[in-house]
């Protein structure tokens, strides 16, 4: 299944790209999703964005714009065309 991962602030500045797509198995989580960005894009982002098996504060990662502590965390499942949102600081929303 496809999914778009999307990088703001300074994690687009790492990456060097705003969004990419990637092509991951069925049944894959946001961590599936983590560790294809440290895998394919860039070694060493999942040292950026998790702290053990948990988010590193202030990281935020939103799928479809829902924050995935609202979710299933890094154990939410991703679909076909989900967007993945990585960003290194909490986002609010009004």
């Given at each position: 299944m496809r999914v778009k991962l999307v990088f703001i602030q300074e994690f687009y500045k790492t990456i060097g790209k705003f969004q990419i797509e990637a092509e991951l198995p069925e049944g894959s989580t946001v961590m599936d999703a983590i560790e294809y960005i440290d895998r394919e894009v860039h070694k060493g982002f999942k040292d950026m964005v998790l702290e053990g098996d948990k988010l590193k504060y202030p990281v935020e990662i939103?799928?479809?714009?829902?924050?995935?502590?609202?979710?299933?965390?890094?154990?939410?499942?991703?679909?076909?065309?989900?967007?993945?949102?990585?960003?290194?600081?909490?986002?609010?929303?009004l």
């Open positions: 939103a799928v479809n714009g829902r924050r995935i502590d609202f979710l299933d965390g890094l154990h939410t499942k991703l679909n076909e065309g989900d967007q993945v949102l990585f960003s290194p600081r909490a986002l609010f929303v």
